[in-house]
């Protein structure tokens, strides 16, 4: 795997919808041309991203510890073989970095009427997860996502051993809901957000996947794993407690 591309991203810190108005960066504006930017997502580092139209525009400050430029290298290699977003445009000025991306079609698993039907989106997200990881190539991936690349030379920070690989495969890097597409008939389109995309153990993937389940969702009466089931059993696994215990606490701690 190529020396440059391998390291692990920086862990970017959670994202959610704007709670009021959000100021537009200059080369934001620019980039909008005719359509009026409308932020939709914003993190804790001070990344935004804007929808333009058709197309999307994330914008990174300088000095975040992230890098744009690393999920459109991602971007560009995984669109060979399964559907995210095309990249339009990037670059830099004085403040700070973009990503400007066409819009997939459909939603994403966390739109409203996804979260009324919490099943519906489980499935989804867990049958677009598996084919995700069927699609990309692991020997032709040059981006590195194992325990030792997110560590980054430091000791394991979780008290939990870590298990031997099930099955490599080159995963998302952030497999939470709100990065499946999921169309009007309740298949996955696509994913987006792939900055930390490598090759890991699937369960790297899954772990957090499913736990994200419980942030999105509203929780069922009956059975308060339900939803995490439905994803297992639409990927085609059983679960496995060591697997997503262990991986659970590597993003608790990493990401």
Known sequence: ??????????????????????????????LAGDETPTAVWVNERGGITFRLGARYAKWNPHGTGLD?????????????????PQV???????????????????????????????LDAARAIGLGLRRLHD??????????????ARCRGRPLPVDVPAPPPD??????????????????????VGHV????LGVADRWADLAVASMSLDWNYPPDGEDDRRWQDALFAAYGVERDEERISFYRALWDATD
Do not use: Y
């Not at 000025?93 to 973009?98: L, S």
């Not at 957000?193 to 930390?196: F, K, N």
């Open 88 to 118: 339009l445009d990037w670059g830099a000025d004085e403040a700070g970095q973009w990503l400007v991306t066409a819009a997939l079609p459909g939603e994403p698993a966390v739109a409203p009427r996804w979260l009324a039907r919490p």
């Open 1 to 30: 795997m190529d020396n440059d591309m391998d390291k692990a991203a920086e862990p970017m810190g959670p994202a959610e919808i704007p709670r009021g108005p959000v100021p537009v960066p200059a080369a934001v504006r620019r």
């Open 167 to 188: 099955r490599l495969v080159v995963c998302h890097g952030d497999a939470c809901a709100p990065n499946t597409i999921v169309g009007g008939d309740g298949e996955p």
């Open 135 to 148: 699609a990309l190539p692991v020997e032709a991936c040059p981006f590195d996502w194992s325990i030792e």
């Open 68 to 84: 744009l430029d690393r999920e459109r290298a991602r971007l560009q290699w995984a669109r060979r073989w399964h559907a995210v």
């Open 193 to 196: 957000d792939l900055g930390s």
